[in-house]
T-cell receptor, first 113, second 112 residues
Framework: DAGITQSPRYKITETGRQVTLMCHQT?????MFWYRQDLGHGLRLIYY???????DKGEVPDGYVVSRSKTENFPLTLESATRSQTSVYFC????????????FGPGTRLLVL | EDQVTQSPEALRLQEGESSSLNCSYT??????LFWYRQDPGKGPEFLFT???AGEEKEKERLKATLTKKESFLHITAPKPEDSATYLC?????????????FGIGTKLQVIP
């Protein structure tokens, strides 16, 4: 099916472990985004990518790494997970940054113990 | 400081009781304002984009309007299936960069 998918949907890990969240979109959208959503905060941008091999920091990038070797994939890696990174992570894509609608994936719920 | 504020934080309506949700913003260089609906455990789902003051868009029981400082999402004769969290987001220029800032959302509950 066309759309944007995320995996895993749920993840429990321990402090200090490396975790990678996957995001895949089938629209060939140029832009992809990673957000985190926490109680009391709006969606906060972690990283975004304008195209393959082009990435840039968002509002809260510390502790995260991204890559985009292919247009359709945009993985997010927590290099050494911390409890403060417990959150719901959403991936989104759009044809043009902000000028068009952002389409969101279903989210990944991450718990860091 | 660039801010996006949504009010109320939560709203409980009887089925058929119309109301409005507010999204106020203090950004300059507005490029667009977006409304999304988010159901529990799911990602935000796009509803509307508004680009300039005076613009209005409608979809079923929802109508979004935009002024220079705020946007309203009007819900006419809501049904229980309209229960969700409604998010607004503002796309703007700041310091030479494009930014998108989301509000915290308004949680709407429509009671049969």
């Amino acid at each position: 099916d066309a759309g944007i998918t995320q995996s895993p949907r749920y993840k429990i890990t321990e402090t200090g472990r490396q975790v990678t969240l996957m995001c895949h979109q089938t629209w060939s959208h140029s832009y992809m985004f990673w957000y985190r959503q926490d109680l009391g905060h709006g969606l906060r941008l972690i990283y975004y990518s304008a195209a393959a091999d082009i990435t840039d920091k968002g509002e809260v990038p510390d502790g995260y790494v991204v890559s985009r070797s292919k247009t359709e994939n945009f993985p997010l890696t927590l290099e050494s997970a911390t409890r403060s990174q417990t959150s719901v992570y959403f991936c989104a894509s759009s044809e043009w940054q902000g000028q068009e609608t952002q389409y969101f994936g279903p989210g990944t719920r991450l718990l860091v113990l | 400081e660039d801010q996006v504020t949504q009010s109320p934080e939560a709203l409980r309506l009887q089925e058929g009781e119309s109301s409005s949700l507010n999204c106020s913003y203090t950004v300059s260089g507005l490029r667009g304002l977006f409304w999304y609906r988010q159901d529990p455990g799911k990602g935000p789902e796009f509803l509307f984009t508004l680009y300039s003051a005076g613009e209005e868009k409608e979809k079923e029981r929802l109508k979004a309007t935009l002024t220079k400082k705020e946007s309203f999402l009007h819900i006419t004769a809501p049904k229980p299936e309209d229960s969700a969290t409604y998010l607004c987001a503002v796309h703007y220029y700041s310091g030479g960069y494009q930014k998108v800032t989301f509000g915290i959302g308004t949680k709407l509950q429509v009671i049969p």
